[in-house]
């Protein structure tokens, strides 16, 4: 079974600091793997079997490799970097144009692809069912477990109102996106961190993906940001000290009258 | 961004081999497709996010508002409840083996649908499902998607969509290329229309032809466990310094005796506290309450992106710097378990 796993690298916003203006200021702060992309690709290891192919792949700048790097820790057998300065600005349908590519191009004949439910930076979770019908495959959103049964897949999603399992064929391609870890989570050995340093990233860009021009990033994209603005920060309002209890809990009951 | 194709038609344009134009970006797209999510086993009926999409999409006037629902016979009571709530026309596409969730059939018969009706607007609910189906059609049809959206407006034509950006500190305005433009509406923001009985529109059933079905093993309702935290009035939240079970005994008590809930932030859920279905941020649910009582929660910037649609937030926190600070109405520092005990005392006692 071949399976890729497309993981997102993210600022760590827990490390995201606030100026005086109540702006994020996000230089600085550390890239990390998205924690449901790590889901996604601790369920991968956990379902790979001898034999079995766990690719890892990310769409991002240089600085991306990282991310790929903690997969090939984690166990992934290959590492792609997806870097193109024409991708600069790509939205979720410009994302799955390249995605899609890559499925077709670098790793044909994929049984399974896996990506994190959402990324904590730009939270649309567009990219895995759009690139499910660019590719022609039925799509499995909130996935939380996926176990082989006999000849197929059992896919077991969490509609937060439904729990589900849908049955899928071994051998036709099927889209999750995953929203919790695996039962594999566990932390990489030293021998897995030494055998991960070893291994290779390999780069594709536009050209290897076969991408026409302007299929990709700001041109390739069907949403542009027509402004932004800060949002209502400034709500700050007035501080009270709360070393008495009874005090702090008599200023919230008259704090919430409107 | 709409004058892709001239008044003359896009016929002269098409690529040879085209027969017919399916340009969606044609400004003669013209109108909104709402999908109509259905709940509710036996007595379906209009999930409560599916109308205020419903009531936002006559209020943009975009044009004529059509509805989309997918499923048996039994849908058809539901007609005249998508009419009086803002639709002009309904497409049904019944077919009984619709009535569970099948997103590669249901983008299917969508994207036969707008090819035929070209709407200017497709829009759904970003409700999982809806943010699961929104995405598929947007790719079928090649249109742009912008999602949980959290303000929608026309401008000449244009739909500009709202949504917060980066955790919500920023808010961003996008637009899309061509048409149709679409958008999944996060539940709540915009309130439900009011019925207006009595209100006719066209009901059309059409078939599904296709084979796109998932194979369904198994489902099972997932139990409510007492509420939406989504639509609660008073939310009483704890976070990383209010995460055991004394806090949560006494937030409860507070919470029952104000009319409210309890939800948390990330650090409950990890602990198994309280199930994912009571946190509040990015990956949890987004609330507006009329108070969002903090207690412990430092801040995070997804957890803030859940809360800051709330009208009044009291927070209280040992750390005067605790980001948090920056969206409190009233910031209380202090010990978070001590004040929610006194706030448990206060509000027993009759006074």
């Known amino acids: 079974m071949r399976i890729i796993v497309f993981v997102k690298q993210v600022p760590d916003t827990d490390k995201v600091s606030v100026d005086g203006e109540g702006r994020l200021v996000r230089s600085g702060a550390p ?31 240089p600085g991306a490799r990282a991310a790929l790097l903690r997969c090939l820790e984690l166990g992934a057998g290959e590492a792609f970097l997806i870097c193109d300065p024409a991708f600069a600005g ?3 349908h410009a994302t799955a144009t390249v995605l899609s590519a890559f499925a077709m191009e670098i790793a044909p004949g994929a049984d399974l692809i896996l990506c994190g439910k959402q990324a904590s930076d730009g939270d649309t979770a567009e990219v895995p069912p759009e690139l499910a019908e660019k590719l022609g495959a039925p799509q499995f959103c909130y996935v939380e477990d996926i176990r082989i049964e006999g000849g197929s897949m059992l896919l077991v999603q969490n509609y937060g109102d439904e729990l589900r399992a849908c049955r899928h064929p071994l051998g036709a391609l099927a889209v999750a996106s995953v929203s919790k870890g695996g039962a594999n989570r566990r932390l990489p050995s030293v021998s897995a961190y030494l055998r991960a340093a070893a291994m290779e990233i390999k ?10 021009e302007g299929a990709a990033g700001a041109r390739g994209s069907k949403t542009r940001i027509a402004s932004t603005m800060a949002s209502g920060a400034g709500r700050r309002g007035e501080a009270v000290d709360g070393s008495d209890p009874a005090l702090a809990a008599s200023a919230i009951l008259r704090g919430m009258a409107p | 961004m709409s004058d892709r194709c001239g008044a003359g038609g896009c016929g002269e344009r098409l690529p040879p081999g085209m027969l017919e134009a399916f340009d969606l970006g044609s400004p003669a797209a013209d109108g909104a497709l709402v999908w109509l999510e259905v709940t509710g086993g036996p007595e379906p009926e209009i999930s409560q996010s599916s109308l205020e999409v419903l009531g936002k999409a006559a209020e943009l006037g975009a044009g004529r508002v059509f ?31 619709l009535s569970a969730f099948h997103p590669e059939a249901y983008c299917e018969a969508a994207r036969d649908l707008a090819e035929r009706i070209r709407p200017s607007v497709i829009l759904m609910g970003a409700t999982p499902r809806g943010r699961e189906l929104a995405p598929r059609l947007a790719s079928a049809l090649s249109a742009g998607l ?35 433009q679409m958008a999944t509406v996060r539940p709540g ?66 919470a029952a005796r104000l009319g409210g809930m309890v939800s948390c932030s990330r650090a409950l859920v990890d602990r198994g506290l309280l199930p994912q279905s009571r946190q509040v941020g990015q990956s949890g649910r987004s609330v507006r309450p009329d108070v969002y009582l903090a207690f ?31 969206d ?24």
Do not use: W
Not at chain 1, 203 to 212: E, G, H, Q, S
Not at chain 2, 74 to 81: D, I, M, N
């Open chain 2, 189 to 254: 923001v915009f309130p439900a229309p009011p019925p207006a009985p009595g209100r006719k529109g066209t009901a059309i059933c059409r078939g599904y032809g296709g084979s796109s079905l998932k194979d369904i093993a198994h489902s099972a309702p997932v139990p409510p466990d007492g509420g939406d935290i989504s639509r609660a009035k008073v939310l009483v939240s704890l976070g990383r310094g209010a995460a055991s079970r004394e806090a949560l005994e006494a937030a409860e008590s507070v």
């Open chain 1, 203 to 212: 780069t594709v860009d536009a050209a290897a993906l076969r991408l026409p």
């Open chain 2, 146 to 180: 912008t999602a949980d959206c959290t303000g929608l407006r026309m401008e000449g034509g244009s739909l500009v969509m709202t949504r917060p950006a980066f955790g919500g500190d920023l808010i961003a305005d996008i637009v899309c290329e061509g048409r149709p």
């Open chain 2, 67 to 97: 509805g989309m629902m997918f499923g048996g016979s039994a849908l058809r009571p539901l007609y005249g409840e998508a009419f009086s709530r803002g639709a002009d026309t309904v497409y049904h596409i019944r077919d009984g083996r």
């Open chain 1, 90 to 92: 790509s939205d979720a």
């Open chain 2, 296 to 326: 412990g929660i430092s801040g995070s910037v997804q957890h803030k992106a859940g809360m800051r649609l709330a009208k009044r937030v009291i927070a209280v926190n040992k750390d005067p710097d605790a980001p948090i600070r920056d």
């Open chain 1, 31 to 61: 890239a990390v793997m998205d924690a449901y992309s790590e889901c996604a690709l601790d369920m991968a290891c956990g379902l790979a079997g001898d034999g079995d192919e766990v690719i890892a792949a990310s769409m991002g700048p």
């Open chain 2, 328 to 351: 409190a109405d009233l910031f209380i520092e202090g010990d978070a378990l001590s004040v929610l005990r006194e706030l448990d005392k206060a509000l027993r006692s009759p006074l």
